[in-house]
């Protein structure tokens, strides 16, 4: 938003720039056939004072009308240019708190003492995550994938990962995660809730046809799971709505 924004006002800032370059030359052109006239005054001497004093006229009156468009480009510049300004300096306030809060998880995450075992490694990884350091998990879980890509739990550190991303709004960098983990981990613990997860995402995109799918294929693949029975429950749900939907076209009709 604040991109496009900017991107507005900038080309609306040209275009009055464009519109002063224009006019500017105008200026000159009136102001040197102005003076062209006054100092061929003693030469218009046949003309009457009436017919000077008209010309003469015409154009002052041409010229304050050019200054006026001036003035009001350069007003005009100057809003724009403060309007783009005060973008830039929010855009810049945002990516500082975004970097600050980066660099305060990349401290906490190099001051913490790392278990050497794995599990525990794991483990510490989730505290972060339920106590809302996000950042700092999500450092974890990356961590652990670089120490130890090929471990059994490997699968559980990209669910991991997967949620601390869900967890920050980021639903599309969270499902390339979930989808790691039902392609590359399918007998992880964690899969069934992959699944469930992709769906939730996929929801929240509006991509209601990629979360019913999702839906089904955890059904089908994980019949026994508690994450299945979830999902008939979300399937159910979803049923439900769409019928309701139905339904109250057909009374609008």
């Known amino acids: 938003m604040l991109e496009d924004k900017m991107t507005l006002q900038e080309q609306e800032l040209k275009d009055m720039e464009q519109k002063l370059s224009a006019t500017l030359p105008k200026i000159d052109e009136k102001i040197a056939e102005v003076t062209k006239?006054?100092?061929?005054?003693?030469?218009?001497?046949?003309?009457?004072?009436?017919?000077?004093?008209?010309?003469?006229?015409?154009?002052?009156?041409?010229?304050?009308?050019?200054?006026g468009q001036v003035e009001t480009y350069l007003f005009r510049i100057g809003e724009l240019e403060k309007n783009i300004k005060k973008v830039e300096e929010n855009t810049d306030q945002m990516q500082g708190t975004d970097a600050a809060k980066a660099s305060a998880a990349r401290r906490k995450f190099d001051e913490l003492a790392k278990p050497t075992n794995r599990t525990q490694y794991l483990a510490l990884a989730e505290t972060n995550l339920k106590e809302g350091d996000y950042l700092v998990s999500r450092l974890l879980y990356e961590d652990f994938i670089k120490k130890w890509p090929k471990d059994e739990l490997a699968g559980e550190a990209h669910f991991g990962r997967g949620e601390s991303l869900y967890a920050d709004d980021k639903c599309r960098e969270a499902l390339a995660e979930y989808g790691k983990v039902i392609q590359d981990y399918p007998k992880t613990r964690s899969a069934p809730n992959a699944y469930l997860q992709s769906a939730e995402c996929f929801s929240k995109l509006k991509m209601k046809d990629e979360a019913r799918l999702a839906l089904e294929e955890l059904i089908k693949t994980y019949p026994k799971s508690d994450a299945a029975k979830t999902a008939k429950a979300r399937l159910a749900a979803m049923d439900k709505s769409k019928k309701s939907a139905s339904a109250s076209k057909k009374v609008r009709k």
Not at 37 to 66: P, T, Y
């Open 37 to 67: 006239a006054l100092e061929s005054l003693d030469l218009a001497a046949r003309r009457s004072d009436a017919d000077i004093g008209v010309r003469l006229q015409k154009n002052v009156e041409d010229l304050g009308q050019l200054r």
